[in-house]
């Protein structure tokens, strides 16, 4: 059974730092595309950031361009969303989700609350 948990939310002051992670099991790691998205309340989810399996090429929305790094370690089944310069607008809940380039299922973790004081 497919499987996505993340984990490394927290609170964290305006220009602070966190790194998500999230761990995967079930399915093969490595062959699908790894995404975070964000959720802040009264909001529509928004897709974050995505990185691919082949050349491990990334993509980001343009409101964390230049602040968030997506990365992965297919030896420990785990992406991570590095985040900094955080501003109180970043405050959502994170979930990272896999998918074989929109083909078949795709798998959600629980998601993690990250929160932002100005």
């Known amino acids: 059974q497919a499987r996505l948990v993340e984990s490394g939310g927290g609170v964290v002051q305006s220009g602070g730092s966190l790194r998500l992670s999230c761990v995967g099991s079930?399915?093969?790691?490595?062959?699908?595309?790894l995404n975070w998205y964000r959720q802040a309340p009264g909001k529509e989810r928004e897709w974050v950031a995505s990185?691919?399996?082949?050349?491990?090429?990334?993509n980001y929305v343009d409101s964390v361009k230049g602040r968030f790094t997506i990365s992965k370690d297919n030896s420990k089944n785990t992406a991570y969303l590095q985040m900094d310069n955080l501003y109180p607008e970043d405050t959502a809940i994170y979930y990272c989700?896999?998918?074989?380039?929109?083909?078949?299922?795709?798998?959600w973790g629980q998601g993690t609350q990250v929160t932002v004081s100005s």
């Open positions: 079930g399915f093969t790691f490595s062959s699908y595309v």
């Open positions: 990185i691919f399996p082949a050349a491990g090429s990334t």
């Open positions: 989700s896999a998918d074989l380039y929109g083909q078949g299922p795709t798998y």
